[in-house]
């Protein structure tokens, strides 16, 4: 067997990075909404417990029942992705009553690192389905495409870390939220269809983008009536 198999090596680099990325986006967007360093961590400690045993097990990681685990970690992003709809629309109504954001954090939503821990997990998880396949193929390739892999998404994610801390509250909520339903109904489908193409979360995404959005800056009745009633004149009693 060849000491480097460069086929191997760039089928590792490829599954892992395209699953990586997908817990990283999740963990760059709860990041910029909570500035909590510890949602990487989370994400991190997710990969990390799914993917050690997959490299000292081997072929046995992939006994375990997939569709249980999309299941069960989907059934944790819906939760907090619904609540976090409530959240953004909360964020909208707040900056309309004062006429800014003002940057004001609010408690750190309950299930964020849940969220994040279960994000890194299952991507892993589905990366691992494809590594030990590679493994006995060249174990040495395997691990370097996958440490690559690693090295890669981690220094992109440092990189744009920055960048999501610009972004608004309400929108960082929407994008989460997006994020959340996206993965969710992925793979609550993909349970049923396993041969689902990933490029499906793209229109997934525009799609719950787009609901969220629309959800969190309706129109507040409330709000409108009393705006209302305050362009409109008052009533002059005229006398005779």
């Given at each position: ?10 089928a ?89 954001n ?7 939503e309950k ?11 299952i ?13 006995p ?14 090295v890669i ?21 929407t ?22 193409s ?31 009633n ?11």
């Amino acid at each position: 067997m060849a000491f480097l198999d460069v086929a191997v090596l760039l089928a590792a680099l490829g599954i892992t990075t395209l699953e990586l990325v997908e817990a990283a986006a999740v963990g760059l967007a709860i990041y910029g909404d909570s500035q909590k360093y510890a949602v990487f961590a989370y994400v991190a400690l997710g990969v990390v417990v799914v993917l050690v045993p997959t490299l000292l097990l081997g072929r046995a990681i992939a006994l375990l029942p997939i569709a249980i685990i999309r299941i069960v970690g989907g059934a944790l992003l819906l939760y907090f992705g619904l609540r976090l709809i409530r959240s953004a629309r909360r964020s909208v109504l707040r900056a309309r009553n004062t006429g800014t954001n003002l940057g004001a954090k609010e408690e750190t939503e309950k299930g964020i690192y849940y969220t994040a821990f279960s994000v890194g997990a299952i991507e892993a998880f589905e990366a691992s389905i494809v590594l030990v396949g590679l493994l006995p193929n060249n174990y040495y390739s395997t691990i370097l495409g996958l440490t690559i892999g690693v090295v890669i998404v981690i220094a992109a994610t440092y990189i744009l870390r920055a960048q999501v801390r610009k972004i608004k509250q309400a929108n960082m909520k929407t994008v989460i939220s997006a994020l959340l339903l996206s993965f969710v109904t992925f793979w609550f489908v993909e349970t049923v269809e396993p041969n689902l193409s990933d490029l499906v979360l793209i229109p997934l995404f525009v799609a719950f983008a787009l609901i969220v959005h629309w959800i969190a800056n309706r129109p507040n009745e409330k709000a409108t009536i009393e705006e209302t009633n305050e362009k409109t004149p008052p009533a002059t009693d005229l006398k005779p």
